[in-house]
Nanobody, 126 residues
């Protein structure tokens, strides 16, 4: 089993920045693809950003491209999300996700992630 724990959420004014972090523990002997997803009240969970196991591939949702940056440290089993120029519409619970299995759909597809964190709230006030 793998456990994921997010940290770094909070309240910030529009235009501000926040950094989220996620640490994986448990059976993490192999590197995994890791991603960030978010879910706003009354909406479906949506893709935000993801990175391949090596970190060589990084993809972003169009809505955050140019504002958010995903990075990972495989030695520490962590993945981070730097969020700049935050907007009110970025308000959501942010979830970290990971998978060690062969990819079947894409880095941005929730179906390709087996492990999820509990989520951390990000609130952007306008």
């Amino acid at each position: 089993q793998v456990q994921l724990e997010e940290s770094g959420g909070g309240l910030v004014q529009a235009g501000g920045s926040l950094s989220l972090s996620c640490v994986a523990s448990g059976r993490t002997s192999r590197t995994s693809r890791m991603g960030w997803f978010r879910q706003a009240p009354g909406k479906e969970r949506e893709f935000v950003a993801a990175t391949s196991s090596s970190g060589g591939t990084k993809i972003y949702a169009d809505s955050v491209k140019g504002r958010f940056t995903i990075s990972r440290n495989n030695a520490k089993n962590t993945v981070s999300l730097q969020m700049n120029s935050l907007k009110a519409e970025d308000t959501a619970i942010y979830y970290c996700a990971a998978s060690y299995s062969v990819i079947r759909y894409s880095l941005s597809d929730t179906r390709d992630y087996d492990y999820w964190g509990q989520g951390t709230q990000v609130t952007v006030s306008s």
